[in-house]
């Protein structure tokens, strides 16, 4: 009796937090999704902000979360309280304050440990991620306390679980990735109590799977990537599960894997609760220009009772399908395209965008109150070499060529027509724009870009209300709540990854409203290292050199770390640290100090 007594307070409190939940998405007070809702279209219904008073936005508050590394996460706000994640890190502080609540940092149990991590989960009270090391962990989201890990990816094999899960109906949703490095992707369902796996569903076929036949070459689907490294969105009407799945490998010999390699660069549909496959749609078969699909599809009802997907990827279009006949509606480039030849050659061929350009893990968001679909872009180009046939290496990188960025890298922002793909307004930024976009009720479009510029635009038309310089790249989450009535604003500022094409800066969450009445407050929620030596180096070349160049320091082909050694002594390998060529980022010395340069050249001479 007692045991069915506390099991039935425990079903009536899970229950009542359920129904707080349910009440914040209808009113719109609270931002409790990667996307806001799980449909991926990042709308809030919040009117206070509007184009009369978008000028007058202003600071109230901003707390530095973590020491140098990548801020690419997504914020949660709930009750509150922001949630936001680093590789290593998870914090929780006040919506209105920045005072900190906890921090909950997750000691690697591998030796490999990668650096980026798109953000969290929120189900039941429980904050739900995953680590540098390839584990998914359950947080308590009052107290930071963990309840629960599990192991769910190989580092050895390369998988990591950088991606930004999806919490639903008590069931939590994962993707691995780590297509580079010739991995197998997969995406998985676990009980968001326990943690137990509960399906499984993976991206490349093989043997009689649906889709192997794809593989001209079988044996190359075993390692053929396919990894997920960004959100995904869920249907709730028809219980369908929309995920963005990335790019073969390896990334540029196509001949070495003949076909069209499915499920890469596609979005796949399947039944969120047996992961049973659906349906598909393909956008980039056959590819070798890295043209994933990292950001969560957008799942909308345009006239005429249709329902629609919105695709946006690293080809540089936002594609739309109908759902109902998977037929193409339009495909529309929102960034630069050009010199797209069939195959890359050993000369060396310009492409534009792919690898890091098109549309990143932030994707469309969708203005319901002008019909647009907004999504930002990055503008880059690259010199692609075919080289020697590849060679698979368990956790080692590989791409069967080298790339080069060459010329300009700037950004968009450009709305769409989300019935026609007809462009309705654009505005060409800076830098690149890969934080999350966020449209209002009240006429205005949040977002960034990695200069550190955050953005206001008039829906409508694109004008710029606002520009304010946040003091570091945005390449996270913009987002915006109701606290008592008031509207804020919170985003992701300060980036050091491979997306660092602008200014960097230390990972910090800015808040934001409406005629601040006091003077801005800063806080530091960063601890200052314990180590040194080569400890302290191991520690900063995962934080901040692993998203880059790789955890063995052979990511970039033409720039390896790991015979380091061979080409320079460690005086010289210090003095390029600090005065580093681009597209290499200066760290020194507003990041890292003359001891972290040490230990870090030390690291890569002894240790890598």
């Known amino acids: ?99 900190v609540k906890w921090t909950h940092d997750w000691p690697p149990e591998e030796a490999r440990c990668g650096g980026t991590n798109r953000g969290a989960a929120l189900l039941n009270g429980r904050l739900f991620r995953g680590t540098c090391d390839g584990r998914r962990i359950a947080l308590d989201a009052r107290s930071g306390t963990l309840l629960w890990q599990n192991v769910i990816a190989s580092p050895v094999l390369g998988e990591s679980t950088s991606a930004a899960p999806l919490a639903w109906q008590n069931l939590v949703f994962m993707g691995t990735a780590g297509s580079e490095l010739g991995v197998r992707g997969r995406v998985m369902a676990y009980d968001a109590v326990t943690g137990h796996e509960l399906w499984r569903f993976h991206t490349i076929p093989l043997g009689d799977e649906i889709g192997a036949e794809t593989w001209s070459r079988p044996e190359t689907a075993k390692t053929g990537g396919g990894g997920i490294w960004g959100s995904m969105s869920v249907d709730l009407t028809t219980g369908e599960l929309f995920v963005p799945v990335g790019n073969p490998w390896p990334d540029i010999d196509v001949g070495y894997r003949p076909g069209e390699n499915l499920f890469t660069n596609s979005v796949v549909v399947l039944d969120a609760f047996t992961g049973k496959l659906k349906w598909w749609y393909q956008v980039s078969p056959g590819d070798w220009k890295d043209m994933d699909i990292a950001a969560a599809p957008v799942l909308y009802r345009a006239a005429r009772a249709r329902d629609l997907v919105a695709i946006a990827g690293k080809d540089g279009y936002v594609t739309v399908v109908d759902r109902d006949t998977r037929q193409l509606v339009f495909r529309t480039a929102v960034t630069t395209i050009a010199d797209m030849p069939a195959r890359p050659s050993r000369e060396g061929t310009r492409i534009c965008p792919g690898f890091a350009g098109g549309v990143e893990w932030n994707g469309p968001a969708l203005d319901r109150l002008n019909g647009n679909l907004i999504t930002g872009a990055v503008d880059i180009c690259f010199l692609v070499t075919l080289q020697d046939k590849p060679f698979y290496e368990p956790g080692q990188l590989d791409y069967g060529g080298l790339v080069e960025p060459v010329g300009p890298i700037t950004g968009w922002v450009t709305a769409l027509d989300s019935e026609t793909g007809a462009i309705r307004w654009q505005y060409h930024a800076e830098k690149p724009v890969i934080a999350g976009v966020t449209p209002t009720a009240g006429g205005v479009t949040f977002t960034g870009d990695l200069a550190g510029n955050f953005l206001v635009f008039d829906s409508a038309n694109g004008r710029v209300l606002h520009q304010v310089d946040v003091g570091g790249a945005m390449a996270g989450g913009v987002v915006t709540y109701d606290i008592a009535g008031k509207q804020y604003v919170a985003l992701a500022a300060g980036n050091i990854s491979r997306n660092a094409f602008g200014d960097v800066g230390l990972p910090s969450i800015v808040v934001m409203t409406l005629n601040p009445t006091v003077p801005a407050r800063k806080l530091d929620a960063t601890v200052a290292p314990t180590t040194s030596g080569l400890a302290n180096g191991r520690r900063l070349y995962t934080q901040v050199c692993a998203s880059c160049h790789g955890a063995h320091g052979d990511f970039i082909a033409n720039r390896t770390l790991s015979d380091l050694p061979n080409r320079m002594d460690l005086p010289a390998a210090i003095t390029a640290i600090k005065d580093p060529k681009a597209p290499m980022p200066k760290l020194y010395p507003d990041l890292l100090d003359e001891q972290g340069i040490a230990d870090l050249a030390r690291y890569l001479f002894e240790e890598l």
């Open 1 to 99: 009796m007692k045991n069915l007594l506390t099991l039935s307070l425990a079903i009536l409190g899970s229950a009542i937090w359920s129904g707080a939940q349910a009440q914040a998405t209808v009113s719109g007070l609270d931002w409790l999704n990667f996307n806001n809702g799980l449909d991926g279209q990042r709308y809030s219904s919040l009117r206070e902000i509007t184009t009369q008073n978008a000028r007058q936005l202003g600071e109230v508050c901003r707390v530095q979360i973590d020491g140098p590394t990548a801020f690419h996460a997504g914020l949660i706000v709930d009750d509150g309280v922001i949630y936001a994640t680093t590789g290593r890190r998870t914090v929780a502080v006040d919506a209105v304050t920045c005072d």
